[in-house]
């Protein structure tokens, strides 16, 4: 049998496509690796050495791989702390309680843990606010925005169900709330409202949900939709701008510079200052654990995470159906703007709605959740 | 930024974060300083016995682990090691021992509180052998009633199983054999083998000997309760058993200082009132150290010292109560026994005395039914109504006790004396100096002015057609 004369020998790894033969490591170790691993390195290289934008020196646009950090400071600390929790609510505050005070390191994992949800949920509201008044959303990168909502709505849900977990009095009464505002959602609300609690009323069936939630559900889910993000962006690339700022621009001649590995090194400081930071703050901060839930007794005071202010706020502002309503239609908005906004700019194509809609959007979500921070009722 | 300065920011951070884990490492280190755990220490004598004895018996070993004589190292051969010529000691494995560990070998260490002990009620509880209450138990009631009831509380005088020929009976690898009637038992008042009285484990259950244990209500409960001293029950009645039930996450019980409003303040338990510490006075294991009256007997009396065991008991109530509070409380206290004392105990016991002074009785105790009603009367009803004011608890110082104890007096005692008396002029003299005396002159009959004062109000109050 005749041999293609172009074709490597038999054995030897090949670029995808049936392409050139790949180049061989000159060790015998890397040979090794790279006959079971074929990898493409000088692809790998390309890719990676793919040169950015002059703009991504600046730390305002190094927000977008933060969330990404923190979800796997989150997924570490949230597995060991999974060692311990019980689902049950006649175990879930004493295993929790058991990890602050007995478990050897328990109180700093679950301090970064809180921290680290806190953080994640800030640095995902500022991507997104860097990403909406740069206009980043606009075409072609529309479902990429959506794909981010869907992220912000992911992330905040862990939260929730995260602090539902801890089996506080705010857990119960939190998840109660919660329960009685997806109740108000037209027809399809209290069906929605009884699979979330698995009942009428929030009970053992409600712990045990938001633990697969928290733990299964969302972790998969963030996972692939910032699968995808990440895959969005780099088919898409980095958005280029007109920056009026040398300093942002660069200069003509550098008007970009390498991924890798300086760009890598600027996300390196932004993650080992997050570990120091998340670091102090569980050592100084460490979380407490404040009354077990008591399914009888109303605290006279309650308010959820800082992150649901805005909404507590609105909820007493405005009654239980239009907060729902008006909040759906809130959410629908922020997913469909980059139509509306193209719709908008088609008809006046120097348009600054957005911006002005973003600056009223923001200062209204600031004045409302320090209304609630500092309300006493 | 330059790549190099870059570099160096992450060299930085990188080592102003591992010297935050440095510090994270120091407070968890603090931690453990803070809440120690148990760390056993195990004599080489101990190890071998928990060799087979966390196979054999785990649970009396994890509770021993747990405690806090095994941090100190106080084990198991610490504890039941005994002299050769002790008379229940035995080789085992090599060394002699003895089972039971008497408040002699507590006090090996625990000097002060073997001594208190010692001198306490508690040490003397087995003492009632020979008392009235023994021939119930052990004759009436049967011996068998007497060795799982009243001496499981009061405690047996521990002896040897015996062979036929008198000599003690021993097992097969030499160990002498106790009396199955006398031991197992943990009776307060047990009369050891090496002469001392006691059973620490009475409150002290082995072998975890926990503090918060021998502080629970719950310890003291196990005797001091039932329908001739329901002082348990009358706690739980009461405003401080309210309290500690309500409180009890806040009671600090396993604190090893227990200092009332220093080291708790939520509620006081029986510890709490009879032994243990304040700002001004220790811990003591006399459990009568701070008890002013007996009201055990017929007719309740102050005990020796009586002054100053009330200045130790008022001394625990002005953690909570200011000197008005607790002067009206014993004012009222002591009226209502001596109440007890003049109406009911010194009148019944006047009666029980002429009849026996003209032989009516026979010499056998409780072979005659006024026999078991002034036993009830005193004993069970009588005590209730006292224990009932003495600790705050009004159902059984009123329907549980001086309810109870008129019908029994009015409706039981009394007929039964008129008959067991016969007509005999000197029972009939006590019986009349009884009923003549004011507190009982409601019992000849109520004036028309009295009957129509009460007409009238429940008229009033009632209505017209509830009075006939």
């Known amino acids: ?377 | 930024m330059t790549l190099d300065q870059k570099r160096m920011i992450v060299a930085a951070l990188s080592f102003l974060f591992l010297a935050s884990l440095l510090v994270v490492a120091w407070v968890e280190g603090g931690k453990e300083r803070i809440h120690p755990k148990p760390r056993p220490v195990v004599g080489a004598d101990s190890a071998k016995c928990l060799q087979c004895h966390e196979q054999k018996t785990p649970v009396i070993a994890a509770q021993w682990t747990d405690s806090r004589h095994a941090q100190l190292g106080v084990g198991c051969y610490e504890c039941h090691r005994a002299d050769e010529k002790e008379p229940d000691a035995f080789q085992h494995e090599g060394k002699w021992i003895a089972t039971i560990v008497s408040p002699a070998d507590c006090g090996a260490c625990h000097q002060d509180i073997a001594r208190e002990f010692q001198h306490s009620h508690h040490s003397q509880a087995a003492q009632f052998i020979g008392s009235l209450d023994n021939v119930l138990g052990e004759v009436i009631e049967g011996r068998l009633a007497a060795v799982n009831g009243c001496w499981q509380c009061h405690g047996s005088t521990v002896a040897f199983a015996k062979e036929k020929d008198g000599t003690v009976r021993k097992d097969k690898t030499g160990k002498p054999m106790l009396d199955p009637t006398t031991w197992p038992n943990t009776g307060i008042g047990r009369v050891n083998l090496d002469g001392s009285r006691g059973a620490c484990s009475a409150c002290h259950s082995r072998h975890a000997f926990s503090r918060a244990m021998a502080r629970q209500p719950e310890v003291c409960g196990k005797c001091h309760m039932g329908p001739d001293h329901p002082q348990i029950e009358i706690y739980e009645e009461s405003k401080h058993g309210i309290a500690f039930r309500t409180r009890l996450a806040e009671m600090n019980l396993s604190s090893e200082s227990w200092v009332l409003g220093v080291d708790y303040t939520a509620a006081p338990t029986c510890a709490t009132c009879h032994m243990s510490a304040t700002r001004n006075q220790p811990v003591t294991h006399d459990v009568g150290a701070r008890i002013s009256w007996t009201l055990r007997p017929v007719i309740s009396r102050k005990l020796d010292e009586w002054e100053k065991k009330r200045e130790a008991m008022k001394d625990v109530c002005a953690n909570c109560h200011a000197p008005d509070f607790i002067a009206a409380f014993y004012t009222s206290f002591d009226a209502t026994v001596e109440m007890w004392n003049s109406k009911f105990a010194v009148p019944a016991q006047s009666v029980m005395d002429a009849l026996r002074a003209r032989h009516l009785l026979t010499p056998t105790p409780f072979d005659e039914e006024i026999e078991w009603s002034f036993y009830r009367l005193w004993h069970h009803e009588g005590r209730r109504a006292r224990m009932g004011v003495s600790m705050q608890g009004p159902d059984y110082t009123q329907w549980h006790g001086f309810f109870e104890v008129a019908e029994r007096f009015y409706f039981d005692f009394l007929p039964k004396a008129r008959e067991a008396g016969r007509g005999d002029p000197q029972v009939t003299r006590a019986l009349k100096a009884v009923l003549d005396s004011p507190e009982h002159a409601w019992l000849k009959g109520m004036s028309p002015e009295d009957r129509a004062k009460i007409d009238a109000f429940y008229r009033e109050r009632y209505g017209a057609e509830t009075v006939k």
């Open chain 1, 1 to 377: 049998m005749n041999q293609d004369a172009t074709a490597p020998p038999a054995g030897e790894p090949v670029a995808p496509h049936g392409g050139r033969p790949l180049p061989l490591p000159k060790s015998r170790a890397g040979r090794w690796l790279q006959r079971r691993l074929p990898i493409d390195l000088d692809a790998l290289r390309y890719y990676s050495n793919e040169p950015v934008p002059n703009h991504l020196k600046h730390w305002w646009w190094c927000l977008g791989g933060t969330p990404a950090m923190l979800f796997a400071v989150q997924a570490v600390t949230g597995i060991l702390l999974s060692f311990y929790y019980v689902p049950d609510p006649s175990q879930a505050y004493e295993s929790v309680k058991r990890v602050s005070t007995i478990v050897p390191f328990g109180w700093f994992l679950r301090s970064i843990h809180r921290w680290s949800s806190n953080l994640m949920i800030a640095a995902v509201i500022l991507h997104m606010m860097r990403v909406f008044f740069t206009g980043a959303y606009r075409k072609p990168r529309e479902l990429n925005w959506m794909i981010g909502i869907g992220l912000l709505g992911a992330t905040l849900f862990f939260g929730f169900t995260g602090y539902s977990l801890v089996y506080e009095q705010l857990s119960y009464w939190g998840a109660t709330v919660a329960g009685n505002l997806t109740e108000a959602v037209p027809i399809i609300g209290p069906y929605l409202a009884r699979l979330l609690r698995g009942g009428e009323m929030v009970g053992d069936n409600t712990l045990t949900r938001f633990f697969i939630l928290h733990i299964g559900i969302l972790p998969a889910l963030i996972t692939a939709l910032l699968g995808a993000h990440v895959l969005l962006f780099r088919l898409h690339g980095v958005t280029e701008f007109e920056f009026e700022s040398p300093k942002l621009r660069g200069s003509e001649e550098k008007k970009t510079f390498p991924f890798f590995p300086d760009h890598v090194m600027t996300e390196l400081i932004v993650g080992i200052g997050l570990a120091f930071v998340l670091t102090c703050l569980a050592v100084i901060f460490p979380v407490g654990l404040a009354e077990k839930a008591n399914p009888l007794q109303t605290p006279p005071h309650i308010k959820p995470e800082w992150y649901f202010f805005w909404t507590f706020r609105w909820l007493k502002l405005t009654g239980l159906t239009f907060a729902v309503l008006s909040i759906g239609f809130f959410g629908f908005l922020a997913l469909a703007w980059p139509f509306v906004d193209a719709a908008i700019r088609r008809r006046r194509p120097a348009s600054e709605l957005s911006v002005r809609l973003g600056i009223l959007a923001v200062c209204a979500l600031v004045v409302l959740t320090v209304w609630e921070a500092f309300a006493t009722h």
